[in-house]
T-cell receptor, first 106, second 116 residues
Framework: SQQGEEDPQALSIQEGENATMNCSYK?????LQWYRQNSGRGLVHLIL?????REKHSGRLRVTLDTSKKSSSLLITASRAADTASYFC??????FGSGTQLTVLP | NAGVTQTPKFQVLKTGQSMTLQCAQD?????MSWYRQDPGMGLRLIHY???????DQGEVPNGYNVSRSTTEDFPLRLLSAAPSQTSVYFC???????????????FGPGTRLTVL
């Protein structure tokens, strides 16, 4: 079974809008990571948040972690067409969810 | 640095054939792992290694063997290919394994395997 599950499975927005993706997990973790996968490519690490952190920023990315609810969210602000990709959360970098397919329309 | 490299990029096998997927990294990472990615399933861990000479099973190890004789290489062997092993296979490496804060994983470009 998969530890992390992303929601929604698919998301379509206009360029310039914000995109929010959620991840829920089942057991306690040391850290949670978000990855991006462009079509036909390997995964690329975006950001890591430790279990004792609540929020982290990296450029246009903002990640939150709520360990009491066992959930995390990834916010991409001012989205661009180049952000079109699948986004995965991974708990302790071992167990990946099934991903959110983000499409940013120009 | 080349990062994580995988060969071949594409492979077609017949049921019952064996083959080895190659993975190498030049970042001196201790931790390496193999995943398979099926449509709508995300990535599932097949086998992993925390260092040379040490390997362990992941979520879906059946039908696959691994060995880790050097820090750089982590080949994945399919002993007798089955259609259920049709998938995209990714190799990854990181500075350290699960439980540490310093385990951003670096992924290879993947091997697309079809078993007829």
């Amino acid at each position: 079974s998969q530890q992390g599950e992303e929601d929604p499975q698919a998301l379509s927005i206009q360029e310039g809008e914000n995109a929010t993706m959620n991840c829920s997990y089942k057991t306690s973790i040391n850290n949670l990571q978000w990855y991006r996968q462009n079509s036909g490519r390997g995964l690329v690490h975006l950001i890591l948040i430790r279990s004792n952190e609540r929020e982290k920023h990296s450029g246009r990315l903002r990640v939150t972690l709520d360990t009491s609810k066992k959930s995390s969210s990834l916010l991409i602000t001012a989205s661009r067409a180049a952000d079109t990709a699948s986004y995965f959360c991974a708990t302790d970098a071992i167990t990946f969810g099934s991903g959110t397919q983000l499409t940013v329309l120009p | 640095n080349a990062g994580v490299t995988q060969t071949p990029k594409f492979q077609v096998l017949k049921t019952g054939q064996s083959m080895t997927l190659q993975c190498a990294q030049d970042m001196n990472h201790e931790y390496m792992s193999w995943y398979r990615q099926d449509p709508g399933m995300g990535l599932r861990l097949i086998h992993y290694s925390v260092g040379a000479g040490i390997t362990d099973q992941g979520e879906v190890p059946n039908g696959y063997n691994v060995s880790r004789s050097t820090t750089e290489d982590f080949p994945l062997r399919l002993l007798s290919a089955a259609p259920s092993q049709t998938s995209v296979y990714f190799c990854a490496s990181s500075y350290s394994g699960s439980g540490s804060s310093y385990n951003e994983q670096f992924f290879g470009p993947g091997t697309r395997l079809t078993v007829l």
